[in-house]
């Protein structure tokens, strides 16, 4: 017995001496270029970004901070997101138990009744009763790391699954965040139209006192309730869509659709300083960027576990017990049993499916690093997106705000003029046409600055803190 045991070490302890020249590789984060990630005239130095701010310290609003909350405990895709973290911490745990030996326990009873013209026939004429309770012992030598390899291969699904649900949290804040804003702004749009209708009647009503007159013709008359009625489709269409936003906004709160709290757009101050940071903290803050690292190292590991299969494989399997005859003396010492057995198997022929899935692992690591190679450039051109639409709404504001006040006053230049006599109809419609229009235009960009702030917040990968 003792020289058959030294023959399995001496097989299972080869394999250890050549470990050194077949040991799995480490994974190494590739060189990627982040300097020019962004398109920005500022220079950024900071070591900090906007997106390292927690959300709470971004909106000021309590009602929508509220709103924000309810979504991020009630919404179905952060549900799922955290179901999926479930299922890889499952594997997870398998991973870190493959270094272990499995144990199996197996009780078996019996009976063979022997054919009288088989071999045994003659000679075992009575049924044959066998009574047997063993347990089996298997461990396989992790000597080309391939067990340590489907471990860390687990370990990157898992971190993967966090950092997705830290997408879904930063999507979900700023879809929350965009929503409300917009709500806000169709409020405001709706609040002007209203008043421009209430004006638009008050000038119907003159247009007919002036042309019983006979300053005016039933022409300027008709012209004026076109353009009252126009004012009333803005209003059915943005009621309209004020109530498709709330839908929209519910199912972001996993609630069935119905009327929105908020407050006003005029209310709204996003005081914390757009600072973007160097490029180079994508990396660690943006959750998509940091999950499609995981999924290259994933791609890496199970590369690594590709590449030991063209190795012999080490086992050693142990198996003791009791077997009878006789129940009767079944766990009797005399019915024990053991058995002890090393091997090494070495793959010679078997089809071409171990070079086949080497090489397909292959693929999938260089797909996995142009996936990562992708999603960090997309990621600094929506940083620089969210940059410029700032800067094009701040601009936009400034010159809405004055092409409002110079319609403004034109309308109601015009206005005095036509109740004098001394202007045509036309100058006093085209200018309180394009005050409503100009008015509604400077609500949207309004709307348009606070959400590219969200834009850019998201883009900085902030929103899950």
């Not at 962004?38 to 009602?63: A, C, H, N, V």
């Not at 997101?81 to 870190?96: D, P, T």
């Not at 009873?109 to 047997?132: A, C, D, K, L």
């Not at 069935?256 to 101050?269: G, I």
């Amino acid at each position: 017995m003792k020289i058959n045991i030294r023959r399995i070490l001496l097989i299972v302890g080869i394999p250890l001496v050549l470990q050194s020249c077949f040991v799995a590789k480490n994974y190494e984060r590739p060189e990627i270029e982040t300097e020019d990630l962004y398109r920005t005239d500022k220079i950024t130095t900071d070591s900090t970004s906007l997106g390292m701010l927690s959300w709470r310290e971004l909106f000021q609003d309590p009602i929508l901070e509220r709103h924000i909350d309810t979504a991020l405990a009630n919404n179905l895709d952060i549900r799922i997101a955290v179901q999926q973290i479930f299922a890889a911490e499952a594997y997870l745990k398998q991973g870190k138990a493959g270094n272990y030996p499995t144990l199996g326990i197996n009780a078996n009873v019996t009976r063979q009744v022997n054919s009288e013209n088989s071999q045994f026939g003659s000679i075992f004429s009575e049924p044959i009763e066998q009574y047997s309770l063993s347990a089996d012992l298997s461990w396989e030598a992790d000597i080309w790391g391939k067990i340590r390899s489907n471990k860390r291969a687990f370990e990157a699904t898992y971190l993967q699954t966090i950092e997705a649900h830290k997408a879904v949290k930063t999507e979900l804040v700023a879809a929350v965040a965009s929503t409300y804003y917009q709500l806000l702004s169709l409020d405001e749009q709706l609040k002007v139209t209203n008043k421009t209708i209430v004006t638009r009647e008050e000038s119907l009503e003159t247009t007919k006192a002036l042309k019983e007159a006979g300053m005016l013709t039933e022409v300027a008359v008709q012209q004026t309730a076109a353009q009252l009625y126009n004012a009333q489709v803005i209003k059915i269409d943005l009621e309209n869509q004020i109530k498709l936003f709330e839908n929209t906004f519910s199912i972001l709160l996993a609630q069935p659709p119905q009327e929105v709290e908020r407050s006003l757009l005029e209310e709204q101050e996003l005081t914390s300083d757009l600072v973007v940071g160097v490029p180079y903290l994508l990396l660690q803050n943006r959750p998509d960027v940091a999950a499609a690292e995981y999924g290259l190292r994933n791609a890496f590991e199970l590369t690594n576990v590709a590449r030991s299969s063209f190795y012999p494989s080490i086992t050693l399997s142990a198996t003791a017990g009791f077997q009878s005859l006789q129940f009767d003396n079944w766990l009797d010492a005399s019915s024990l049993f053991n058995t002890l057995i090393g091997g090494l198997a070495q793959p010679v022929l078997n089809g071409r499916r171990i070079r086949t899935q080497f090489e397909v692992s292959k693929a999938q690591q260089e797909q996995a690093l142009l996936n990562y190679k992708r999603t960090l450039l997309v990621a600094g051109r929506e940083v620089s997106d969210a940059l410029y639409r700032y800067d094009a709404a701040s601009e936009k504001i400034k010159v809405r705000e004055k092409e409002f006040e110079a319609y403004s006053k034109a309308t109601e230049y015009s206005e005095e003029l036509l109740n004098q006599g001394l202007a045509d109809y036309l100058e006093v419609l085209n200018a309180q046409e394009n005050s409503l229009s100009t008015e509604l235009l400077l609500v949207e960009n309004k709307f348009l600055k606070l959400n590219s702030v969200v834009n850019l917040y998201q883009a900085l990968g902030g929103g899950w803190q």
